[in-house]
């Protein structure tokens, strides 16, 4: 039976209007492009994302409206073909995209998406919720702060200040004033040699107008709410900026007491200020690089397990924007941070021999990287920490055989010849900052052979092994070359007394030379201990010409550093038969200078070493990762 034309119109009518539109009502008002997102980008780019909605629209004549305009209609064909297009080229988020949720293209997600038609297009952009794979909590909800007016007197309660940034006035006791520019150490000491901010231009940008805001008065009034500022972005902002003054604090010249004081207090500030920006929620880059300065800083501050903890969180939070993916189209900006959460992973892992969380698969480092000379710091360093994570990465644990750390000892030298001169050789540089990035580049390269190198460490029985003898003489060097560049890096700036992961190479070498059977009675290597000794002793007199100041290593150097210190210094005085004075300082310090079990004859300890075939490597450890949880007494709840 013939179908009359007003049932046709009346069908299409009907299945126009059962059709979801595919742009949000904003956009196609404006006829512009849209997403499918929920907000959209383009309704976050222009600022009012409360208003993205697709129901406002009225039902569209997609058949009819491309007949009226002369175009011809798409084929389903079509329109798989281009969203699978728009799937695989969609761009990984800037700051503003905090909705956005990176699934990968197994997903059922990613799979909706390909297969989407104009029938299914709704039920590809609502199955995220529908799964519950998306967060819809619009604010922090573990906080008191939940309308907006409170959220905004709770922000202005941790705002730095413009004087906090610019200087602090510290009066001296000869009432010399001194400016301390927070942001100035952050940028000048810290930043050159853990460059965690993505792109520093733009962050002195932003500075500069959050500065202005502080100054005309736009953040004081509790009861006037600035549209700008009250933002998860510019909140999230507020917090990576306070975590660089954090970061800034700690490398200042102020005593040890009031720095620990400020650093301490501009995190808690910082963190205060990502639970207001909703972060576990609706990370942003900026909340990376906010919490990758907090975890940095709580290391340099000793706290080095929390640290561990947080970049766990840090990495997820990471993965949920897509920065592990490996995107041609990746911004230097993304693959800065990506590079940098890596390197923070790397050093901790190396030091704790722990497995990594961050994965390796499917990203390869820039070819380029691999291909030209003359590296620079931060690409050598891109170089090792890649390196670094290969050591470590589960499947590695454990025994490590010596092709293998032949191996990787080819790829670690490769990089550092074809790094520039003056990293390579202390009598090309010529500014004091390639100074320091030699000596920086010389204590991580030599903390990563001696990793490299220590299955030969382990028994000495490996001589007999293929490559044995290559691997001890690399290791013996590479000790002896991190304290000295240690040495030389303290004498020129602080940062290698106030870097963790700085602190820990140097007591870590100096420990080994000390009980390794090739080192222990060399006089060299006695020599350079004592010099490590001494300059943990007397850290901090530079800062007072009355002398060292009561700023003792014991409270600010993590336990096992101080642990670490307090071995060295008993085993060096016994030797030389000075007397227990590592036992008296170790006692202040509150620990014990050797494990229970040697406290008695370190001495005879160490001849055990070779006697029964010890491994100076294992007895290291014993001694810089002392068990922190006693597992028996969490059996029951009292």
């Known amino acids: 039976m013939p179908v009359s034309q007003d049932e046709a119109d009346r069908v299409l009518r009907r299945v126009s209007r059962e059709k979801e539109a ?12 849209c997403d499918g997102c929920q907000p959209c980008r383009t309704c976050q780019r222009r600022k009012h994302p409360q208003i993205c909605s697709y129901d406002l629209a009225q039902p569209r004549r997609g058949s009819t409206s491309r007949r009226a305009s002369g175009a011809s209609p798409r084929s389903p064909r079509t329109v798989r073909r281009e969203l699978a297009v728009s799937n695989e080229e969609q761009p990984i988020p800037s700051n503003n995209d905090n909705n956005y949720v990176y699934s990968g293209d197994n997903s059922v997600i990613s799979i909706l998406r390909l297969r989407a038609s104009d029938a299914t297009d709704a039920v590809a952009r609502e199955a995220r919720s529908v799964l519950g794979l998306q967060n819809t909590f619009n604010s922090y909800p573990f906080m008191d702060s939940k309308t907006p007016g409170e959220r905004w007197k709770s922000l202005l309660q941790v705002l730095p200040q413009r004087a906090e940034v610019l200087k602090y006035v510290l009066i001296l006791s000869n009432d010399v004033t001194n400016e301390i520019r927070f942001f100035h150490y ?24 959050y500065l202005q805001a502080h100054a005309v008065g736009e953040l004081r009034d509790p009861e006037k709410i600035s549209d700008r500022w009250a933002t998860d972005k510019s909140i999230g902002h507020i917090s990576l900026l306070l975590a660089t003054l954090a970061a800034g604090a700690h490398y200042s010249d102020v005593d040890h007491v009031q720095r620990l004081e400020l650093s301490t207090d501009f995190a808690r500030r910082s963190f205060h200020a990502l639970r207001l920006a909703n972060f576990l929620f609706r990370p942003s880059l900026d909340i990376i690089q906010a919490l990758l300065i907090l975890g940095n800083t709580l290391q340099n501050m000793g706290q080095s397990d929390a640290a561990w903890a947080l970049l766990g969180t840090t990495v997820r939070l990471a993965q949920t924007m897509g920065l592990h993916t490996e995107r041609n ?3 230097d900006q993304l693959n800065n941070v990506r590079s940098t959460i890596a390197w923070q992973d790397s050093l901790l892992c190396l030091c704790y021999d722990r497995p990594p969380i961050v994965s390796v698969n499917g990203w390869s480092l820039d070819q380029a990287l691999f291909n030209r000379q003359d590296l620079s710091y931060a690409e050598v360093m891109q170089i090792l920490c890649r390196l670094g994570l290969d050591i470590v990465r589960p499947e590695n644990l454990g025994p490590v055989d010596m092709e293998r750390a032949i191996e990787g000892l080819q790829r670690l030298d490769s990089a550092y010849r074809r790094s520039q001169r003056y990293l390579r050789m202390r009598e090309n540089c010529t500014t004091l900052q390639q100074h320091l990035e030699n000596l920086a580049l010389r204590m991580h390269t030599s903390f990563c052979v001696s990793v490299l190198c220590r299955p030969a460490m382990r028994q000495s029985s490996s001589l007999s092994l293929p490559h044995a003898q290559i691997l001890r003489a ?46 222990r009675n060399d006089p060299e290597c006695r020599s350079l201990q004592q010099k490590v000794i001494d300059v943990f002793s007397s850290s901090d007199s530079r800062t007072s010409d009355d002398g060292p100041s009561a700023d003792s290593d014991g409270r600010w150097l993590s336990a096992r550093h101080i642990q670490a210190l307090a071995t060295l210094r008993s085993t060096l005085d016994r030797a030389e038969n000075i007397g227990p004075i590592g036992d008296t300082q170790s006692v202040a310090m509150g620990v014990n200078p050797m494990p229970q079990h040697t406290t008695g004859n370190p001495d005879g300890f160490l001849d055990l070493l070779s006697s029964f075939d010890a491994s100076p490597v294992s007895y290291l450890d014993s001694i810089m990762n002392v068990p922190m949880f006693d597992f028996s007494q969490e059996n029951g709840f009292l």
């Open 22 to 33: 595919h742009a949000c009502y904003p956009c196609r008002k404006r006829k512009v492009k």
């Open 186 to 209: 952050y940028r000048v000491t810290a930043y050159p040699f853990n460059p965690i901010l993505a792109d520093m231009d733009r962050f002195e940008s932003d500075l500069c107008t």
């Open 329 to 331: 189209y990746l911004s």
């Open 474 to 519: 690399r290791a013996r060097q590479s000790l002896i070359d991190a304290s000295k560049a240690f040495l030389d890096f303290q004498a020129l700036s602080v940062v290698p007394l106030r870097s963790w992961s700085m602190v820990h190479t140097v007591l870590s070498s100096t420990l080994l030379l000390c009980i390794w059977e090739e080192t």
